[in-house]
């Protein structure tokens, strides 16, 4: 049984930063693409980042590009969300998902679809506040 956990949610003022690891269980990390995805009250859950199994690609929705990095460090079984200037609309509960489906070309890969990850996280809150 495949288990993520997120952790490094908390409440921070708009323009600070947080880090948040999500830790996974298992012997075949580096064989799933993993991807950031968020959901605020009344809201759909929405992706925010993605990255490749080497680390080598990574993707970001444009709300979070420049702000946000997504890094993994296979070694750890361990996949990153670095945020820096946050905003009050960031806020959301935060979860990590895997991806596990055989990967032969990132060009149909379709990263921002929820449907795409067999495997989710318990979510991790982020509130900024202004």
């Known amino acids: 049984q495949v288990q993520l956990v997120e952790s490094g949610g908390g409440s921070v003022q708009a323009g600070g930063s947080l880090r948040l690891p999500c830790v996974v269980s298992?012997?075949?990390?580096?064989?799933?693409?993993m991807g950031w995805f968020r959901q605020a009250p009344g809201n759909g859950r929405e992706v925010v980042a993605a990255?490749?199994?080497?680390?080598?690609?990574?993707y970001y929705s444009n709300s979070v590009e420049g702000r946000f990095t997504i890094s993994r460090d296979n070694s750890k079984n361990t996949v990153y969300l670095q945020m820096n200037s946050l905003r009050p609309e960031d806020t959301a509960v935060y979860y990590c998902?895997?991806?596990?489906?055989?990967?032969?070309?990132?060009?149909?890969?379709?990263?921002?679809?929820?449907?795409?990850?067999?495997?989710w996280g318990q979510g991790t809150q982020v509130t900024v506040s202004s």
């Open positions: 298992g012997r075949t990390f580096s064989s799933y693409d």
């Open positions: 998902a895997a991806d596990s489906s055989p990967r032969y070309s990132y060009r149909s890969w379709n990263w921002r679809n929820p449907n795409e990850y067999d495997y």
């Open positions: 990255i490749s199994r080497s680390g080598g690609i990574t």
